[in-house]
């Protein structure tokens, strides 16, 4: 904790100790997906009301069915939805909702979104909105892990008014370099500039995705760290000053910064290493007095030097191979802070216990540059028997629509050691069958076949390392929606009238391809 704030930080807790602790009794969750499922799942284990909302696509949707009440929120695109703060603090107001889990994604790390919650009593499962908006920024984040004594990897603030600065900077820092958004994440506004003659597009490029996802354009300079590990450490914190970390996650396989497998423990990581590295994520969370779940990142070179990354303040989508393999639920700790409780147990008390693997089910045709895959779920079967868990937010019917992420569900597998753990989650994987989209199911399981992830020989460019031939251009946010429109409205007209459009569908998707080909060209994308 900073110097001279212990006092004041005392005096908050007892007052949000005094306003805090009640019972949850009815929570609404503003997400849709396996999230919003596993969310209502704990809300049943604990006996509290759970509310749901959804777009008009999601009207049947799997977790709209589960909830104990569901409310309808607007259109399709998230923007007339899911991302309307008024909509949703509408919907809790009047369904008697006394606290509101926002799942990951979305309004998840908004801090006007837990700021609204808070103006109307409401509680947010999360840190408070100032936490949010400190660690939201990659910038302070960086300021604060250099007060906390943590290695960050050399960079510098930039502007695109600042060439000629820039390319200084660039120098200093040595080549390849990274520009980054200051706001926001999940790989939005992020370009890897090779030398100087690549690096004034990298930040037009980064700074107009990152002004498109965050309406924030400012980026910074970053040294570009090869072949690296991604690292990342749970932490949790309660409103009585008490702060614990369960232990590390392996993220490494990773497309376009996108997670594809996750694990945990790390097959890298020594009990020394794991140790210093989970230290400093706690480190983090007592200087900033962070409430609830969070995600410390780090990059992990060659060499076993970590540097701090970023903050995610939220639960993240992987967060069911720590629950494995500590036995700890963290929706359900989630809640009992959000309660004003202490947290239930210590961090003596924290302890990995055999190895769990998740592999994320995307809708995306992996063996065709992962285009995204839209339409209707005509067969669905989850996989089952010792060891496995899937966290999904469909089934058969269900519609997969090219609003929202193409994430479909999570198989999580748990082993006794790593290799059990392979062998279960290829199992599992040639049990999973969903019919009706294309899906990864078969690309994930070609990874965890594959020699070098059983040897634990892990990048965050394994994928393009050694599946070149599934790995995607490095199309923006941009391109990728108008790729998934594209793909859906061809699949429809395919649909209509098969034989007669297979041709003309082959020729649109030739003629689309040239059509984002030469706009590469024209502004200089990748």
């Known amino acids: 904790m900073r110097s001279g704030a212990k006092n004041s930080w005392d005096s908050r807790c007892r007052k949000i100790m005094t306003s805090a602790s009640k019972k949850i009794s009815k929570l609404l969750i503003a997400n849709r997906g396996e999230i919003a499922v596993r969310v209502i799942r704990a809300c049943r284990e604990m006996s509290i009301r759970s509310v749901a909302v959804y777009s008009d696509i999601d009207k049947h949707a799997p977790h709209v069915r589960m909830a104990d009440e569901a409310y309808w929120i607007g259109a ?15 919907v809790a107001q009047k369904s008697g909702a006394s606290a509101i889990h926002p799942g990951y994604g979305f309004l998840a790390e908004n801090s006007n979104f837990a700021k609204a919650c808070q103006k109307n009593s409401i509680a947010f499962l999360g840190p408070k909105p100032e936490t949010i908006g400190l660690l939201g920024d990659k910038l302070k984040a960086r300021k604060i892990a250099i007060e906390c004594g943590l290695p960050v990897a050399p960079g510098a603030e930039i502007s695109l008014g600042e060439t000629k600065r820039s390319f200084e900077e660039a120098r200093k820092i040595g080549y390849p370099v990274l520009v980054k958004a200051a706001a926001g994440g999940g790989g939005k506004g992020m370009r890897i500039a090779a030398d100087e003659s690549e690096l004034a597009q990298a930040m037009e490029s980064a700074s107009r995705e990152a002004k498109s996802a965050f309406a924030d354009e400012r980026i910074f300079l970053e040294k570009y760290l090869e072949k690296p590990r991604h690292i990342e450490v749970q932490i949790f914190g309660d409103t009585h000053g008490n702060y614990v970390h369960l232990c590390e996650r392996e993220c490494s396989i990773q497309r376009r910064y996108q ?11 020594t009990s020394e290493l794991r140790e210093e590295i989970c230290s400093a994520a706690v480190n983090i969370a007592r200087a900033c007095e962070y409430v609830g779940a969070g995600t410390v990142e780090f990059l992990l070179d060659k060499n076993g030097k970590f540097y701090f990354l970023e903050v995610n303040t939220r639960l993240q989508v992987e967060h069911p191979v720590t629950e494995m393999v500590t036995g700890f639920d963290l929706v359900r700790e ?8 202490k947290l239930s147990f210590s961090q003596s008390e924290v302890k990995q216990r055999g190895w769990s693997i998740e592999a994320r089910i995307s809708s995306e045709d992996s063996s065709n540059n992962f285009l995204p895959s839209s ?3 005509t067969h669905y079967r989850e996989p089952s028997g010792p060891g496995v868990r899937v966290d999904s937010g469909i089934d058969a019917n269900s519609e997969v629509s090219v609003h929202y992420d193409p994430l479909l569900a999570k198989l999580i597998v748990w082993g006794a050691d790593r290799e059990q753990a392979i ?3 290829k199992r ?16 994930a399981r070609e990874i965890i076949d594959s020699a070098e992830f059983k040897k634990g020989d892990l990048s965050t460019s394994f994928i393009e390392d050694y599946f070149k031939n599934n790995s995607r251009p490095d199309f923006s946010d941009e391109e990728f929606r108008i790729a998934a429109i594209v793909a859906a409205v061809l699949k429809f007209r395919e649909s209509q009238t098969l034989r007669p459009m297979v041709l003309r569908r082959h020729g649109e998707e030739s003629r689309w391809k040239s059509l984002i080909h030469s706009d590469h060209s024209r502004n200089g994308w990748k």
């Open 259 to 269: 997670k594809l497998i996750e694990e945990s423990p790390s097959p890298f990581v």
């Open 428 to 443: 599992a994987l040639d049990e999973f069958k969903i019919s009706g989209v294309n899906t990864t199911v078969g690309f």
């Open 423 to 425: 062998q279960r989650a």
């Open 76 to 90: 399709a695109p998230s923007s007339e939805s899911y991302l309307k703060i008024d909509s949703i603090i509408e």
């Open 334 to 341: 989630q809640i009992r802070v959000a309660e004003g409780h």
């Open 375 to 377: 339409g209707k779920i």
